[in-house]
């Protein structure tokens, strides 16, 4: 009984797919290249470029515990505040893993990366944008780790 066991073992492990070698399917599509756009102008620092993707009415919401907070209600306000950050942190860079598509929701997490003070620092954050008519509408990050 224990051979068997043992073979039945061996033969599920010969079966199953390498984790190593298999690489889970990059999310694609129209929203994804919205997000994948804008996430390239972040990376330029042209918050005029980021603002071709964002509604007029776009809203940046912070997630925390049980809150949410509006940061932002419009393209203006966004654009303004991406200008004055771009300034404050001129290395800051940021990039997106496990990208996936819900319909209109298209969900990542961030790492966003800079200098200060000579020292590398980075940071990550589960992002979830809602895109509307090709544009994000909103976006919602939750606390960074």
């Known amino acids: 009984m224990r051979m068997i066991l043992f073979a039945i073992v061996g033969l599920l492990a010969a079966c199953a797919p390498d984790a190593e070698r298999t690489a889970p399917a990059q999310a ?21 470029t980021m603002r071709e993707f964002w509604h007029g009415d776009v809203a940046w919401i912070e997630i925390t515990g049980e809150q949410s907070r509006v940061v932002t209600s419009s393209a203006s306000q966004l654009r303004n505040e991406l200008v004055s950050y771009f300034e404050a942190f001129s290395t800051v860079s940021s990039s997106l893993t496990k990208i996936s598509v819900n319909g209109d929701y298209v969900t990542a997490v961030e790492t966003t990366v800079w200098d200060q003070d000579g020292i590398r620092q980075s940071q990550s954050s589960i992002v979830v944008y809602e895109i509307t008519d090709g544009k994000v509408k909103r976006f919602w990050y939750f606390p960074p780790q």
Do not use: S
């Open 28 to 48: 694609v599509g129209d929203n994804v290249d919205v997000v994948n756009g804008l996430m390239t102008a972040f990376n330029d620092h042209d918050a005029d």
